[in-house]
């Protein structure tokens, strides 16, 4: 059994920043892909970034176009868990954040892409 389970989660005024934390168990994390997803109300579920496994001390990451440049995504294996960085944050950025895994490799940025889902936290963005 593998369980994820996101925090860090909370109010932010627009332009501030917020780190979202997701810790692993259960599972072997250092080769999982991992992914972060948000779903604002009555939106679906949208790809937000993802990190793939270390290779030669790197890991290859990967944002959707609405968060590059502001968030970012990174893993510490030794405490099985990924984070999200959250700069300049916008309303728009509001969401619910899930954590997500994948154990094989291919397309990392679809929701049925990934195997393990984290229960979600809460950001939400005042203007």
Known sequence: ???LVESGGGLVQAGGSLTLSC???GGTFSSYVMGWFRQAPGKVREFVATI???TWGSATTV?????KGRFTISRDNAKNTVYLQMNSLKPEDTAVYYCAGKVGTGS???VFDYDYWGQGTQVTVSS
Request: glycine share 12%; net charge positive; no cysteine.
């Open 1 to 3: 059994q593998v369980q």
């Open 23 to 25: 810790a692993a168990s």
């Open 52 to 54: 793939g496994r270390f």
């Open 63 to 67: 944002y959707s176009d609405s968060v």
């Open 108 to 110: 990392i940025r679809g």
